[in-house]
C-alpha cells in the first residue's frame, strides 16, 4: 500500500491538493488525527487493495502539538511495516496566505479574537515543523494558481506504481522571485540572452532558433555541460539516500530563454536515466 500523507499551511493549497489524488483514484481521508495515523492504515489495507493501492491523507495544525511533534517517529513506524510513504508539503510566503483569507473571508483554524491572521500563520509554521522536516516534496503555491498546482499533482504522484526517484526540473524568471521551494537554483543570466536578438525576442526557450543561438556560444555550451555533469553524478547519491525527490531550479531575467532551454534540454538527457522527470516553466505558464 502507498500513501501519500497532504500537509502543510492553511491556505496553501491542501484541498486541492487532496481532490486532484482523488480525480487519480486515491482513496482519501482529509483532517485525520496524527494518533490515528497508524491504526488507519490497518484497517483501511484490506478496502484499499480492492479499489486500488494508494491512499491520500491530509493533517494539518489542527492535531494536537504532542501528536504533531511525534509525526517522524509514526511515519518511521509505518515504514518499518513494509508501507511506502510520501510526504508533500504546501507552503507560501506570508503576504500570499494573508491575501487568500482577505479574498476568501474565510478564518484561519488557528486565528481568533486574540490571536490576529499574521500570528496564526506563524504559530501554525512552527507546529507543523515537524512534517516539514520529515517531507520528500514541497511545493510552494505563492506564485501557483489551482489550475497549476492540480498539474504538478498530477504529474509527481501520478504514477502510484513508482515509488522510486522523481525529478521537477523547472525555468523561472529572476524578475518573478526566486522558488521557495527548490533545492536547487542555478542562475543563467550570465549567458547571452536572446531578447535582444531581434528574431529571438518574441520566441522562447522551447523554439529551434533559440536553442541554435545558444548552441553557437561556448559560454553556453560549457555552462550546459558543467551543469549535466553536476547532475548526472549528484543524483544518483541522492537516490542512494532514499530521497524520493528533488528539485532543480534554473532562472534567467524573465524566465523565456535561457532558463527554459536549459531545462528542457537536461530534461532530455536525463530522462534516459530517471524513471520520472517533471519540468516546469514557470513564466511560460
Known amino acids: 500500500m502507498n500513501i501519500v500523507i497532504i500537509s502543510g499551511l492553511s491556505g496553501s493549497g491542501k484541498s486541492v491538493a487532496l481532490h486532484a489524488l482523488e480525480d487519480m483514484e486515491y482513496y482519501c481521508i482529509d483532517n485525520l488525527p496524527v494518533g490515528l495515523l497508524d491504526a488507519f492504515t490497518s484497517e483501511i489495507r484490506e478496502q484499499v487493495r480492492t479499489h486500488g493501492n494508494a491512499v491520500g491523507v491530509g493533517i494539518d495544525a489542527r492535531?494536537?502539538?504532542?501528536?504533531?511533534?511525534?509525526?517522524?517517529?509514526i511515519i518511521a513506524g509505518l515504514k518499518n511495516k513494509g508501507i511506502a510513504c510520501k510526504i508533500l508539503f504546501l507552503q507560501a510566503d506570508d503576504a500570499t496566505l494573508l491575501k487568500r483569507f482577505s479574498e476568501t473571508r474565510r478564518k484561519h483554524p488557528l486565528s481568533g479574537a486574540a490571536i490576529p491572521l499574521a500570528d496564526a500563520i506563524d504559530r501554525e509554521r512552527k507546529l507543523l515543523s515537524p512534517i516539514a522536516a520529515s517531507a520528500d516534496m514541497f511545493i510552494d503555491t505563492s506564485r501557483t494558481n489551482v489550475h497549476q498546482l492540480r498539474d504538478l499533482i498530477i504529474e509527481s504522484l501520478g504514477n502510484t506504481e513508482n515509488t522510486g526517484f522523481s525529478l521537477l526540473l523547472r525555468s523561472f524568471g529572476y524578475?518573478?522571485?526566486?522558488?521557495?521551494?527548490?533545492?536547487?537554483?542555478?542562475?543563467?543570466?550570465?549567458?547571452?540572452?536572446?531578447?535582444?536578438?531581434?528574431?529571438?525576442?518574441?520566441?522562447?526557450?522551447?523554439?529551434?532558433?533559440?536553442?541554435?543561438?545558444?548552441?553557437?556560444?561556448?559560454?553556453?555550451?560549457?555552462?550546459?555541460?558543467?551543469?549535466?555533469?553536476?547532475?548526472?553524478?549528484?543524483?544518483?547519491?541522492?537516490?542512494?539516500?532514499?530521497?524520493?525527490?528533488?528539485?532543480?531550479?534554473?532562472?534567467?531575467?524573465?524566465?523565456?530563454?535561457?532558463?527554459?532551454?536549459?531545462?528542457?534540454?537536461?530534461?532530455?538527457?536525463?530522462?534516459?536515466?530517471?524513471?520520472?522527470?517533471?519540468?516546469?516553466?514557470?513564466?511560460?505558464?
Not at 239 to 245: G, P, T, V
Open 63 to 73: 492535531n494536537h502539538p504532542d501528536q504533531l511533534s511525534n509525526f517522524p517517529n
Open 175 to 285: 524578475k518573478h522571485g526566486i522558488p521557495g521551494d527548490a533545492d536547487f537554483v542555478f542562475d543563467a543570466r550570465c549567458l547571452p540572452n536572446p531578447h535582444w536578438q531581434p528574431g529571438l525576442r518574441n520566441l522562447t526557450g522551447l523554439d529551434r532558433e533559440v536553442a541554435d543561438y545558444l548552441e553557437q556560444e561556448t559560454i553556453a555550451r560549457e555552462y550546459y555541460q558543467q551543469l549535466e555533469n553536476f547532475l548526472t553524478s549528484w543524483l544518483p547519491r541522492f537516490r542512494k539516500d532514499n530521497r524520493s525527490y528533488l528539485s532543480i531550479a534554473i532562472g534567467c531575467t524573465g524566465g523565456q530563454h535561457r532558463s527554459v532551454y536549459l531545462v528542457d534540454r537536461l530534461a532530455r538527457q536525463l530522462g534516459e536515466q530517471l524513471c520520472e522527470i517533471v519540468t516546469r516553466h514557470r513564466e511560460l505558464e
